[in-house]
Each structure stands twice: as C-alpha cells, then as structure tokens.
C-alpha cells in the first residue's frame, strides 16, 4: 500500500490492472497491485516540488507500469458520448412513435370524415331527385286543377240558371281554383327547382371534397391540419346547402340583395398587400414556382374575372330574380281572379264574371309553365352558383398573391395550370389573356370558356 500527497488527479495503470485514484490536495492515493496480492507496503513520498523540473512520469519513475493523465478524461468522454448518443436515440424514436401514432389518428379520422362524405352524396342525389319530382308533379296537377276550373266555369255560364248543375259547377270550380292558388303559394315559396338545383350543386360538391380527401390520403403522411380542413370543408358545405325546408335555416329564395353562392370556409387570413419594394424590388428568380411575371399574370386574371365574369353572372342572377318574382306572384293572383270570377257567375248579369273566371285560368296556367315549365328558380340558383366559383376562384388567386413568404404559397406552375383547367383555356391563352389586359386593352372575352 501506498501513500501520495498530492494537488493532481492522476491515474496509475499497473501492469495487470487499471485503478482509477480520484484525489486533491491532502488526500491519500491508495493504489493496489494485483501482483502483490499477499504483502501490503506503506510509504511517504517527498514532496513534488523536490522534484526537478520534468515531466511527472519521468519524476515518479514508474517504469514501464507508466501514468495516462488522459486516461479518465478518455473513459468518462466515452461514457458521456454513449450516454447521449442512447438519449438521441430513444428521443428520436419517441419522436417517430407520436409521428407515426398521429398519422394514424389523422387517416382514420379522414377516413371517417369520406364516409360521412359520402353519405350525404348520397342524401343529396335521393332529396334532389325528390324535389325534382315535386316541381314536375306540382305542375302537372295546379295546372290541371286551374284548367279543370276554367272549363267548369265555362259551362257553368253556358247552363245560367239556378238549378243544381249550375250551383255544383260553380262552387267546383271556385273551390279548384282556391286550392290551386293555395297551392301555388306554397310551391313559389319553396321553389322545388331551385331546391333539386341546389342539390345537384351539393352532390356534386361533396364528390369534389371525397376525391379531394381520397388524394390526400394516398399521398401519405396526413396531419391533423388536413383533417381540420376536411371538416370545415364539410361544415361549410351543410350551411351552403341546407336540407330543412321549415324555419329560418332555408335559403331565401327571393333576397333583396344576389351574393355569390359561398360553399367554403372563409377564414380570416392575412391579406395585406404585398409591396415589391419590401420583396426587394423586381424579383426575376423563380420561388417556389412563382416569379414577378406569374405575379402580374395571375393579377391581370383576377381583374378580368372580377370586372367580367362575375358582374356578368350577377346581372344574370338580378334579372333572373327579377322575373321569378313576378312571376310567383303574378299566378297565385290570377287563380285568385279565377275564384272571383266563378263566384260572381250568375249573380252579376254579363259576360264578365265567366270572362275573368275562363281567361284568369288560362292565363295562370302559361304563367305557372314559364316559371316551374322553364325553371327560372333554377336558372337563378346556377347563376349565382357560378358567381360563387368564381369568388372562389379570386380569394384563392389572392390569397396566394398575398402571402409574403413565397415558400409557404401554392406552387405557382401548379396554380397557374388549375386556373387554366377551370376557365377552359390552355396556358398559352391564358397568358395571351393576361398580357391582352395588361396592356391597357379592354378584354372582349371573358375569362372563362367553360360557362
């Protein structure tokens, strides 16, 4: 055994055995050789300072035994390294677990969201149809009904006189052309062609928004950010396109004011305008697709839709309005004459009474077959549905345009190929239309060639 006085951390490697001595000024090193296993020595070293002034290997003359310095500050590195290389590793494998955890939440949460999906395709194809057959149906039978009541009062008038033929063909064909203006009240209120169209809108919507979740899906790695659209998706599309027919939830079939038709969820996202100075003046490089000439061009398609197209749909919707209006009005009027008509036959003398009661009903029955015949709800509903694709298709244009950060925007050569797909044109038209507006020129075309 041996005794050191020291002011060093040393470690003494023996020829058979390593002893790692940790120690401070004062302390003992007690070091062990394993050769010695019977016999113990004690010794008190001098001080170090008697030493000369070499190395402390050569100063200790430990021969061929030798002294590492390094060696604990080796082996604790290594301890150290190992350690967290282990911690590095489990952290990234956690890691990797809740990756993989929450893309399975997110695919069988989307999963989930396409079979609701595609259920209410399905309820929107079977209460179309439905009210499809209502408008047809209804048609069929308040027109019958009011020529039924046109000709009673025809030969209600031809009979004159008090007796019971005359009595019951004047009271039946008052009471057809009360219900029939009963009726009519009830089917230009609901609109049962706009209603079908709406439908149709609806089916076709949700079918979109499947493939759309279906694409996602076989791309892999779905988020929950995805998942979160997917159901704003949904949720905005059963507010666009309602079912109930009682309370306020149904649309307004005859509104003051036409807006676009909006079926998708419009969050509040930056829209400041971006400044080219703060872009760092003209940009020619291309960033994620985009460049300054993109920039101009989708600019330019945005105007052209916004001051062509959608007024244009507008207008269309206003005067669609306009006559779907007079009309549901002016035919539960004229039954409501008819009813007049053929309750006065017989009590005022002259032709009057039988002419209003006759003429009143015809005219009804054209009028009825130019709204619900022609459809004009209907035609309204398209037409704004149109100016809602294309508002849509604007804020999505924009709200790209508006994004600073280029790297977080659509792709731009993908972009600039969906908006050429939908306005019906090939990217060479598409940028003579963008160049045609941006020098100065009044395009005589719309943007779209599709509708």
């Not at 190992?82 to 399975?104: V, Y």
């Not at 499809?132 to 039924?148: C, H, V």
Request: net charge neutral; with cysteine.
């Amino acid at each position: 055994m041996a005794t050191l006085q020291a002011s060093s951390i040393f470690c003494l490697k023996g020829k058979s055995s390593l002893q790692v001595i940790h120690f401070c000024k004062g302390s003992v090193i007690r070091a062990t050789n394993t050769n010695n296993n019977a016999q113990k020595t004690q010794a008190t070293l001098p001080p170090l300072s008697s030493f000369p002034s070499r190395t402390l290997s050569e100063g200790l003359d430990i021969g061929s035994t030798g002294s590492t310095i390094n060696a604990v500050t080796t082996t604790q590195t290594e301890k150290h390294s190992l350690n967290f290389s282990t911690s590095n590793t489990n952290t990234t494998c956690s890691i990797k677990q809740s990756e993989e955890l929450s893309n399975r939440i997110a695919v069988s949460k989307l999963h989930a969201i396409m079979e609701a999906v595609a259920d209410r395709v399905e309820m929107h194809n079977n209460i179309g149809a439905q009210r499809d057959n209502w408008n047809r149906l209804l048609l069929t039978s308040i027109n019958a009904i009011t020529l039924t009541a046109a000709t009673m009062a025809g030969i209600a008038s031809a009979i004159s006189g008090t007796g019971a033929p005359f009595m019951a063909l004047k009271l039946s064909s008052t009471i057809l052309y009360l219900a029939a203006t009963g009726m009519l009240v009830v089917m230009n209120k609901i609109q049962p062609s706009q209603l079908a169209e709406e439908q149709r809108n609806a089916a076709r919507l949700f079918k979109q928004l499947r493939i759309q979740i279906r694409t996602t899906l076989s791309l892999g790695n779905p988020t929950s950010v995805d998942v979160n659209e997917a159901m704003d998706k949904v949720l905005a599309l059963d507010k666009a396109y309602p079912l109930p027919l009682l309370g306020n939830r149904m649309l307004e079939r005859f509104p003051d004011t036409v807006e676009p038709t909006v079926w998708w969820p419009r969050k509040q996202r930056d829209r400041q305008q971006a400044d080219y100075q703060e872009r760092g003046g003209i940009r020619k490089e291309v960033e994620n697709g985009w460049s300054r000439e993109m920039e101009e061009e989708m600019r330019e398609i945005v105007g052209v839709i916004e001051g062509k197209d959608m007024v244009d749909y507008l207008s269309l919707s206003r005067k669609a309005l306009g006559v779907n209006r007079i009309l549901a009005i002016s035919g539960p009027l004229l039954t409501g004459f008819g009813a007049l008509g053929c309750a006065f036959v017989g009590i005022i003398h002259g032709a009057w009474p039988v002419v209003v009661g006759v003429v009143a009903g015809a005219m009804a029955s054209v009028v009825n077959a130019l709204e619900h015949g022609g459809q004009v709800g209907m035609v309204f509903e398209m037409y704004r549905s149109n100016a809602g694709f294309f508002r849509l298709m604007e804020e999505t244009i924009e709200s790209n345009l508006n994004e600073k950060d280029a790297g977080r925007r659509e792709n731009g050569e993908v972009l600039e190929m969906k908006v050429a797909l939908q306005l019906g044109r090939s990217l060479s038209e598409l940028k003579h239309l963008s160049s045609s507006s941006r020098n100065g020129e009044a395009p005589e075309e719309f943007a779209s060639k599709l509708f």
